[in-house]
């Protein structure tokens, strides 16, 4: 009496790769399947399953083709734990490109605002030599202004003053020409 052994297989297709499970065993990795961006998401069960009948000649009663078998989705799983990895991988090199060009970016960015800093440093010095000119010249207006005034009440004294004197010389003219008549 030969005995034969029946193995079921069931593929799950996903990302257009094919991974063999046993119907007996649980799936080991259906919870995290890639999605189309590369993360790692769980996924609805959507798998398409096909049986597929072996009869290993050559098998032993001890389970040896079972065996093979594990090892073959062991490496399978293997494959897919590397594929999980390398995706990983190349996310993670593609996100140090995008921090670093962001860093740069910042960078650049920081010494603009730098540079904007000082102009706005620089203007505002500006401003405020302008504001001290203006009072120096508006407190010289204003020193001006007191000579002005001060040299306009001496010109309104030195005008009564030869006022006066005119008014004196003339009354001295007319008491000498009513004393020559």
């Given at each position: 009496?030969?005995?034969?052994?029946?193995?079921?297989?069931?593929?799950?297709?996903?990302?257009?790769?094919?991974?063999?499970?046993?119907?007996?065993?649980?799936?080991?990795?259906?919870?995290?399947?890639?999605?189309?961006?590369?993360?790692?998401?769980?996924?609805e069960?959507?798998?398409?399953?096909?049986?597929?009948?072996?009869?290993?000649?050559?098998?032993?009663?001890?389970?040896?083709?079972?065996?093979?078998g594990?090892?073959?989705k062991?490496?399978?799983?293997?494959?897919?734990?590397?594929?999980?990895?390398?995706?990983?991988?190349?996310?993670?090199?593609?996100?140090?490109?995008d921090?670093?060009?962001?860093?740069?970016?910042?960078?650049?960015?920081?010494?603009?605002?730098?540079?904007?800093?000082?102009?706005?440093?620089?203007?505002?010095?500006?401003?405020?030599?302008?504001?001290?000119?203006?009072?120096?010249?508006e407190?010289?207006?204003?020193?001006?202004?007191?000579?002005?005034?001060?040299?306009?009440?001496?010109?309104?004294?030195?005008?009564?003053?030869?006022?006066?004197?005119?008014?004196?010389?003339?009354?001295?003219?007319?008491?000498?020409?009513?004393?020559?008549?």
């Amino acid at each position: 009496m030969q005995l034969k052994f029946i193995h079921k297989v069931s593929f799950d297709i996903h990302n257009n790769f094919l991974f063999p499970f046993s119907i007996g065993n649980h799936k080991m990795f259906d919870k995290f399947k890639e999605d189309k961006g590369g993360e790692m998401m769980e996924e609805e069960n959507t798998n398409v399953s096909e049986s597929v009948e072996t009869s290993p000649s050559g098998e032993s009663i001890i389970g040896i083709g079972e065996l093979m078998g594990k090892r073959a989705k062991l490496e399978e799983a293997i494959d897919y734990v590397g594929l999980m990895i390398k995706n990983l991988k190349d996310k993670r090199t593609m996100l140090e490109k995008d921090i670093e060009e962001e860093s740069v970016d910042i960078k650049n960015l920081k010494e603009k605002l730098q540079k904007v800093s000082e102009y706005i440093d620089e203007e505002n010095r500006g401003i405020q030599e302008l504001t001290d000119k203006r009072i120096k010249v508006e407190n010289e207006a204003d020193e001006v202004g007191v000579i002005i005034n001060n040299l306009r009440d001496k010109l309104a004294n030195i005008d009564t003053i030869v006022g006066e004197e005119g008014n004196r010389v003339k009354q001295i003219k007319e008491s000498s020409d009513t004393l020559e008549s």
